[in-house]
């Protein structure tokens, strides 16, 4: 057994170290909030993107004179066609990306109560239930570390594919109105 000062020392440390794990897992719960609220923004604008400047600027007309009209040159007509094509495809897949962002994630809880309350009743002391709550942060932390960190991947993904396809459709606009 240690001595006295010995196990307050002990404490002492086992209780920084829980309020920095706590800390650290309070931080990923921010992290994952802060990248959600991102994709969130990511949607609205790519619904304003296609809703707004595309449908309003290209008239449907412009589009079907680009499969019926015969007077159209057919690399114009390809061109066209490849270009709407990809700007919506960039679009969805943007769309894609930031979905993925806000699925439903298994987010790591630190412990599951019941089973934890009655393992800290078989536990000897007090340092073995502050170890074992700095145990359980620190897994819980990673877990969701690591699930933060795919989310924004996807999150980045998304805003590529939202600039290329941003980029894409104000050059097909472009192109449409003059070409056809």
Not at 130 to 141: G, M, R, V, W
């Amino acid at each position: 057994m240690l001595p006295i000062d010995k196990r307050d020392d002990i404490r002492d440390l086992l209780v920084r170290q829980y309020e920095y794990f706590k800390y650290l897992y309070e931080q990923e719960q921010k992290r994952a909030s802060s990248i959600v609220n991102g994709a969130k923004v990511y949607i609205a604008f790519l619904i304003f993107i296609l809703g707004s400047i595309i449908l309003k600027t290209i008239s449907p007309e412009k589009i079907l004179d680009l499969f019926t009209n015969s007077t159209i040159n057919s690399e114009i007509r390809i061109i066209g066609i490849a270009l709407i094509i990809l700007s919506v495809a960039t679009l969805i897949t943007a769309v894609l990306f930031s979905i993925l962002v806000l699925k439903v994630w298994s987010y790591d809880r630190l412990c599951d109560t019941i089973e934890r309350f009655e393992h800290t009743l078989t536990m000897d002391n007090e340092l073995e239930v502050l170890s074992k709550s700095i145990s359980d942060f620190s897994i819980a932390t990673n877990r969701n570390n690591r699930i933060n960190n795919v989310r924004a991947q996807y999150l980045t993904y998304g805003l590529r594919y939202l600039i290329i396809g941003t980029l894409l459709s104000i050059f097909s606009i472009v192109a449409l109105n003059i070409l056809v």
